[in-house]
């Protein structure tokens, strides 16, 4: 049972243009979203977290959104740029199920200079 | 300085053997993690350890054994290896158990069974 869904396998944007990766999740417990980005050969580093008590968290040129009604969440990347092409995963976490991380495949991002 | 480190990076063996796979993270953490990465790239938690605690996924077969000599240390054993295990593996820490945080990961551990 996927409960953290990324139904964009891949994604292509200009430099200097938004990036919107999109992810959606089923368990209306999950209280505590992530962002990690990964690079080829490379294990997955935290990019970005929400909390489900805000609905937006910002970090420089990354800006997290969550619809809790929706269960959805998206990350924003403006401007991107070239070193951003990744892939991104998206990961929820409830304390109910002792904050175990459950983590959707992934979207490949690549920025054409 | 690396944070979270594997050994090896990849590993060919063939079906029915036994192997392990390293980790250590010299961050201080309390808590760590081994997660498969299947063919179609969705990462998925096996176990979960501190010094107290360990937390198996339902789904893990018991093939599949944890060890930890240390706090820094969860290295993961297979035993009589099939196909099916192909897959990337990562190891993760973070400071606590059941405490919402990020992880951090290591680079991985491409297995190969044939």
């Known amino acids: 049972d996927q409960q953290v869904k990324q139904n964009s396998p891949s994604l292509s944007v200009q430099e200097g243009r938004i990036s919107i990766l999109n992810c959606d999740y089923t368990n209306s417990m999950f209280d505590y979203f992530l962002w990690y980005k990964k690079y080829p050969a490379e294990g997955p580093t935290f990019l970005i977290s929400i909390s489900s008590i805000k609905d937006k968290n910002e970090d420089g040129r990354f800006t997290v959104f969550l619809n809790k009604s929706a269960k959805h969440l998206s990350l924003h990347i403006v401007p991107s740029q070239p070193g951003d092409s990744a892939v991104y995963f998206c990961?929820?976490?409830?304390?109910?199920?002792?904050?175990?991380?459950?983590f959707g495949t992934g979207t490949s991002l690549t920025v054409i200079p | 300085d690396t944070a979270v480190s594997q050994t090896p990076k990849y590993l060919v063996t063939q079906m029915g053997n036994d192997k392990s796979i390293k980790c250590e993270q010299n961050l201080g953490h309390d808590t760590m993690y081994w997660y498969k990465q299947d063919s179609k790239k969705f990462l998925k938690i096996m176990f979960s350890y501190n010094n107290k605690e360990l937390i198996i996924n339902e789904t893990v077969p018991n093939r599949f054994s944890p060890k930890s000599p240390d706090k820094a240390h969860l290295n993961l054993h297979i035993n009589s290896l099939e196909l099916g295990d192909s897959a990337v593996y990562f190891c993760?820490?973070?400071?606590?158990?059941?405490?919402?945080?990020?992880?951090?990961f290591g680079p991985g551990t491409r297995l190969t069974v044939l």
């Open positions: 993760a820490s973070s400071p606590q158990l059941g405490v919402a945080y990020e992880q951090f």
């Open positions: 990961a929820a976490s409830a304390k109910t199920t002792g904050n175990q991380f459950y």
